[in-house]
C-alpha cells in the first residue's frame, strides 16, 4: 500500500500542479494539525487557530481543483472536510469564556 500509495498522491499532486518542491509540506501540516486539534481541546485560542488554518488549508485545495478544471466528484471530498473543518471552527469559536 505504501509504495501504490504514494504514486496515486505523486500523480494526483501534478494533475493538481502542486510544486514538487512544496510537497514536504504534507506531513508537517497533517501532523500539526492533528497535534493543534488535540492540543485545542485543553486551549480554545489553538484550537480557533488550528480549524481556522485547517479551513484555509481546504479552501486552498479547492483552488487547486478548481485550476485543473476538475469535475465536481473530484473535489467533492474536500468540499465535505471544508464543511466538517468548518464545523470545528465554529465549535472552537463558541465559547470564549474557557481559554
Given at each position: 500500500m505504501g509504495?501504490?500509495?504514494k504514486r496515486w498522491a505523486s500523480e494526483h499532486l501534478d494533475h493538481l500542479g502542486f510544486p514538487d518542491q512544496l510537497r514536504f509540506v504534507f506531513p508537517i501540516v497533517k501532523a500539526s494539525s492533528a497535534l493543534g486539534l488535540a492540543v485545542g481541546?485543553?486551549?480554545r485560542a489553538v484550537g480557533r487557530l488550528t480549524?481556522?488554518?485547517i479551513v484555509a488549508y481546504f479552501i486552498i485545495g479547492l483552488g487547486f481543483h478548481a485550476r485543473a478544471k476538475d469535475a465536481a466528484t473530484e473535489y467533492a471530498p474536500a468540499v465535505g472536510m471544508l464543511l466538517w473543518s468548518y464545523?470545528?471552527?465554529r465549535a472552537f469559536g463558541s465559547d470564549a469564556s474557557s481559554d
Open positions: 509504495r501504490r500509495s481541546l485543553r486551549s480549524a481556522a488554518s464545523l470545528v471552527l
